[in-house]
DNA sequence: TTGTAGGCGTTATCAT
DNA sequence: ATGATAACGCCTACAA
């Protein structure tokens, strides 16, 4: 049994070890270049062999060293994936797709959390360079210029995500946050509003779809915009005192534009709680389409982008590289879709 | 500068190679074992040779490799991460809490979603342990026999998280589920509540909080216990469908209690959407007090746990373990504070 | 304070 | 189909 060879192990040296492919050689009565085999590349040994193997990794509880594999290889099966934040609901389900497709392509993810500013990433994914992943997703198109000499010395495929440039480091999905800020304007300028809030959290990205948006309503005659700029976290609650701040600055307004669908909800919390309807009193428009937007009272209004099918499309893309398998499209925009419901 | 040294290095082979402790030695005009004491322990090495080595380190560009350094220590400064879901909010708090403390203690985070199979589990640990990590997280305290068998035998420190027992693997940090669901069903007991609904996710701590809360109100003379168990995800949505089943079955309730805070949550909207009042035609509970849960309206009480604790201090215990710090308390019991708020 | 030799566990490559 | 040898890049242990 197990305890048996291990403990013969164990006792060879003096003290506990982890079984190696030498020890699960020794007791096939192979050499430990064939254990490997058996083990990477059934195929070009003979199955009596392979069956003796399997029954030496068994009793020796033998669990591959990928350490050493990867050193050897200069191949570890590994993807560091690098995003700013993920209990905002924003990219967890990216990040869950992520990790749900490298597992079915058989690879790990070394997951990074990085906050949003451009020199901590650079130095965080230098120490992840360390480990020499296989390939890197990184969230945006904006790092230092630091960070992209050092993964194109690293020489390993690399994939952004949740945005969109023709000039991406290696390989790109994402989408237009400029285009998503652009429909939203349109979407009001075209139904006859004038008066706008905006609650923006501060990060780059909810910028530009702000920006986006502004500049179409621009083009309105006698606009008026009023904006709020959250501090992160971008949660319900910080919703809900934005739009607070909003109704005292004393405008009246026909939209609120949120950065994101849980500032959206709690702007209507807290509209509601100060007796005013959604979208009776003001209209309110979320993004990301988060999981509980079509599901609240009332339904959102929000800017949909498939969060989950640009992770796994993002590992794909990523493995298919390593493994030698062309990309077919190396930048890849996911377009966004206008979901209206009820709050606007 | 830079590029020059990188394309001595590249030309000397005839292609792309990564500057190795070998490639800095030959820059400064020292041996690689000393260029390694500078990085690694400094303070046995000269000041003046420790400037010649950083000036290699940034004319070459070189980054360490960590396959290679595990290798030969057998520490590798990696943490596996076992977690069932991260995109349902209830473990990315601590997920992120335990990323950023692993961060600050020098540890890298290999995270796996396994879902809620404990042979899936096993399958899946005994992958990660071939990239030998230092420590592993694991949550809950269910684990096959051969899982325990496997991480005994790699001799790694332990900790379980997310619930309790007098017999972890090795350390634990969480709270006991079924208390959590005594002091819910303690709290309707004492108040003269007899009819209750459960909505209910059928993972098995979510069972365990439920059965605790029924262990209580079966003492509840003339109770009336009607129970709607979920599939995952339990989102809103669902939350909102199980309130309607639980409706439709002609019951009639005094108390709705979740096992999330977004199933509550899914349960008050539905409940106004058929035009009841909560708490007015009856109450709700949630679980976990998630970031909204104090910002619904009606604000949800629930019961609380502190996630982000949770996920800090069971980093600081690995880490602390792995590094030869004693650790006081192996078993901890972080408890839960029931927030009574306005929907129950 | 710095250098040398050897080994960590695996695989590529070249035999047999 | 299987085996022997030499890397892979780093660090421990010892030597100078």
């Known amino acids: 049994m197990t305890n048996v060879l291990n403990n013969i192990i164990k006792s060879q040296k003096g003290r506990s070890r982890t079984a190696t492919l ?8 192979l050499s430990p270049m064939t254990v490997s085999r058996a083990l ?6 003979r199955p009596a062999t392979i069956a003796r193997v399997m029954e030496a990794v068994n009793s020796t509880g033998y669990i591959p060293n990928m350490l050493a594999g ?17 209990n905002n609901n924003m990219f967890v389900d990216t990040v869950q797709a992520i990790s749900d497709q490298l597992a079915v392509r058989g690879y790990h993810m070394l997951l990074c959390i990085v906050g949003y500013e ?34 194109l010395n690293a020489n390993i495929p690399v994939v952004e995500i949740w945005d969109l440039t023709p000039t991406p480091i290696d390989m790109l999905i994402g989408f237009s946050h400029e285009k998503v800020g652009n429909a939203i304007g349109e979407y009001f300028a075209t139904r006859g509003f004038t008066n706008f809030g905006f609650i923006c959290a501060s990060d780059r990205r909810a910028m530009v779809r702000k920006n986006g948006a502004i500049s179409v309503l621009r083009t309105i005659p006698e606009h008026d915009i009023k904006e709020v700029i959250v501090s992160r976290p971008a ?10 701040q909003l109704l005292d600055s004393g405008h009246h ?3 609120i534009i949120c950065s994101s669908d849980t500032l959206a ?3 209507i919390m807290e509209a509601e709680a100060q007796g005013l309807r959604v979208p009776d009193d003001f209209s309110v428009i979320g993004f990301a389409d988060l999981n509980f937007a079509a599901h ?20 794909d893309m990523l493995a298919d590289k390593i493994e030698g398998i062309a990309v077919a499209e190396p930048i890849v925009d996911m377009g966004y879709r206008l979901v209206i419901r009820e709050s606007a």
Chains 1, 2 share one sequence.
């Not at 990477?40 to 040994?45: E, Q, R, S």
């Not at 609240?296 to 993002?314: C, E, F, M, Q, Y």
């Open 265 to 267: 909800q709690g702007a």
């Open 70 to 86: 990867g050193l050897a290889t200069s191949r570890t099966k590994l993807i560091a994936v690098v995003v700013p934040q993920i």
């Open 22 to 29: 030498e020890d699960v050689a020794q007791a096939a009565g």
């Open 118 to 151: 451009p020199e901590d990433e650079t130095d965080i994914v230098s120490t992840l360079l360390s480990r020499r992943p296989d390939g890197i997703v990184l969230t945006g198109i904006h790092h230092t210029s630091e960070l992209k000499r050092i993964i």
């Open 253 to 255: 307004f026909d939209a």
């Open 296 to 315: 609240n009272r009332p339904a959102i209004t929000t800017v949909s982008v498939d969060k989950w099918d640009l992770g796994i499309r993002a590992a």
């Open 235 to 244: 949660n319900m609650e910080v919703g809900r005192h934005a739009l607070r």
């Open 40 to 45: 990477n590349n059934p195929k070009v040994v």
